[in-house]
């Protein structure tokens, strides 16, 4: 493909994007392929020949559309959203564009230097404790995911516990995690992967709204003490997967000063809601936290991958993850006023990912986004009064933000085929999760695009659908 080819063909493409997200709630909203539907139309062996580029975007109509769920949907209420928006897509395009690896401030400083001042905005606007910033001992990165935020708070913290040892010699086994049994299976798997063992892990109780209860932390901790192991690192959750529960991260917090653990809080869904004021008590005891992370991925019309990783000490989780070969020394890192990200993260190189957010808070300004979270919220309570005045359903769960849990009262089998039939309609997606061990749907607004409108429709197509209409 040559540069003029190129502009053709982007021109195209960037076509064919607008003309999918103007359109895309006349799809059903999830995939109706089954499995190795979408192989069985590919060929055996890549082409041998370059092919022509309308004949690969014709595939992608013909092949690859089908197997798509439309998570840009504005009927989409799975799960949590992904959502993306027209700036987001633009600068992951630019980013793309040049192409540049961000792993030292030395391989393209302005990747780096972005980074470090919109993470630093992003202190300010969802009140974070100052110790994140750059400017003061801590500050902020751009991961791929949640998970690897957990996963980089988990590795700190198991060096911090053992005095650097655990990168030397391995873990013995000895360290103790703490979650809530609500926290997200990324803990888990950091764990794990971390060398403490799924064994060490302890999932604490939570209370009646699904929050973590401090107490229950407090005892474990002194009996994991007293059996002679070491506790080291504790996940808070400000909106949990299942429900958005809001775990009391300052009683935490304390808990964690006291026996000196390191916190670290998951605010992957939730923290979004702290662009707005009114939504910053979510925060209240964070400056007890070690470590923070949300995703703008997942609510902050940035397209995926982007998770913010914050840390009050930067300098526990350089210590951790920085490991200096030759080929990578200069000048820059040397003199030792550059950030370097690559010792931030598991891998070493590094995508240009502070360019789409950068975007968004430009495009939207704070006010747009604002507006757009603080109606995704006013429409959820919305859909809980409309569950409510329904004798046939019931709320399984608070609604502090834009995730509505409810269940119909006859029970899992009539949950599970409302489930079943509402997304075989293709009107709408639901998920659902289990709340006090029973079936419940999930409707999680925060779609880009979704409006009253979608709202009501999908409240009129789960009545019709449990009366059978
Ligand atoms: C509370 C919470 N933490 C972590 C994650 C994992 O997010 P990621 O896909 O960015 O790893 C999720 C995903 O939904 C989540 O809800």
Same mark, same amino acid.
């Given at each position: ?6 502009? *053709?063909?982007? *021109? ?16 059903? #909203? ?16 890549? @082409? ?21 769920? %439309? ?7 799975? +799960? ?5 928006? $027209?700036? /987001? ?46 400017? /003061? ?35 013995? $086994?000895?360290?103790?995690? +703490?979650?809530? &049994? ?51 690192? #504790? ?23 006291? *026996? ?20 910053? +008590?979510? %925060?209240?005891?964070?400056? !007890?936290?070690? &470590? ?22 930067? $300098? ?18 040397? /003199?030792?006023?550059?950030?370097? +990200? ?14 789409? !957010? ?39 769960? @608070?609604? @502090?933000?834009? !995730?509505?849990?409810?269940? *119909? ?15 075989? /309609? $293709?009107?709408?997606?639901?998920? %659902? ?10 409707? &999680? ?25």
């Amino acid at each position: 493909m040559n540069n003029d080819e190129f502009r *053709h063909w982007g *021109h195209r493409v960037i076509d064919w994007v607008a003309d999918y997200l103007k359109n895309v709630e006349q799809y059903p #909203v999830a995939s109706r392929v089954k499995p190795g539907d979408i192989r069985s139309r590919l060929p055996a062996e890549p @082409p041998a020949n370059a092919e022509p580029f309308d004949s690969i975007l014709r595939d992608v109509e013909e092949i690859i559309l089908p197997g798509i769920t %439309h998570w840009q949907s504005p009927n989409f209420f799975g +799960y949590f959203p992904s959502n993306n928006s $027209g700036p /987001s897509i633009l600068g992951e395009l630019l980013a793309a564009g040049l192409g540049v690896q961000g792993m030292l401030w030395a391989t393209s400083p302005a990747c780096t230097e972005l980074e470090t001042h919109v993470l630093d905005w992003l202190v300010d606007l969802l009140g974070l404790p100052q110790p994140f910033k750059s400017s /003061s001992t801590g500050g902020g990165v751009i991961q791929d995911s949640a998970s690897s935020a957990t996963l980089c708070a988990i590795l700190a913290a198991r060096e911090r516990a053992t005095a650097g040892r655990s990168n030397a010699a391995g873990s013995d $086994g000895s360290l103790v995690a +703490y979650a809530s &049994s609500q926290a997200h299976s990324s803990v888990e798997k950091g764990v794990r992967i971390a060398g403490l063992g799924s064994d060490n892990l302890r999932l604490i109780d939570v209370d009646e709204k699904f929050a973590m209860r401090p107490d229950r932390l407090d005892e474990a901790i002194r009996a994991d003490r007293a059996a002679g192991r070491r506790p080291a690192f #504790v996940c808070a959750t400000v909106g949990t997967t299942s429900s958005t529960a809001i775990d009391p991260v300052r009683a935490i917090g304390e808990i964690c000063r006291e *026996h000196g653990l390191w916190l670290h809080v998951d605010g992957a869904m939730a923290g979004t809601a702290c662009l707005c004021p009114e939504f910053h +008590y979510l %925060h209240d005891g964070l400056e !007890l936290a070690d &470590s923070y992370a949300f995703n703008p991925h997942k609510w902050m019309f940035t397209n995926f991958d982007c998770d913010c990783f914050f840390v009050a000490d930067r $300098g526990q989780l350089i210590r951790t993850l920085s490991i200096l070969p030759e080929y990578l020394r200069n000048q820059a890192t040397e /003199s030792g006023a550059v950030i370097d +990200y690559r010792d931030w993260q598991i891998p070493l190189g590094r995508r240009f990912r502070a360019l789409k !957010l950068w975007f968004v808070l430009r495009s939207f300004g704070v006010e747009g986004l604002r507006a757009r979270v603080r109606r995704h919220i006013e429409l959820a309570h919305q859909f809980a009064a409309w569950v409510q005045d329904d004798p046939r359903f019931e709320l399984a769960a @608070p609604v @502090p933000l834009s !995730l509505v849990c409810f269940r *119909h009262r006859d029970g899992d089998t009539a949950n599970q085929q409302l489930l079943e039939r509402l997304n075989a /309609s $293709g009107r709408l997606l639901l998920t %659902h999760t289990r709340l006090d061990g029973k079936l419940t749907l999930r409707l &999680s607004i925060g779609q880009t695009n979704t409006e009253s409108r979608h709202v009501e429709e999908a409240w009129r197509a789960i009545q019709e659908t449990a009366s059978g209409s």
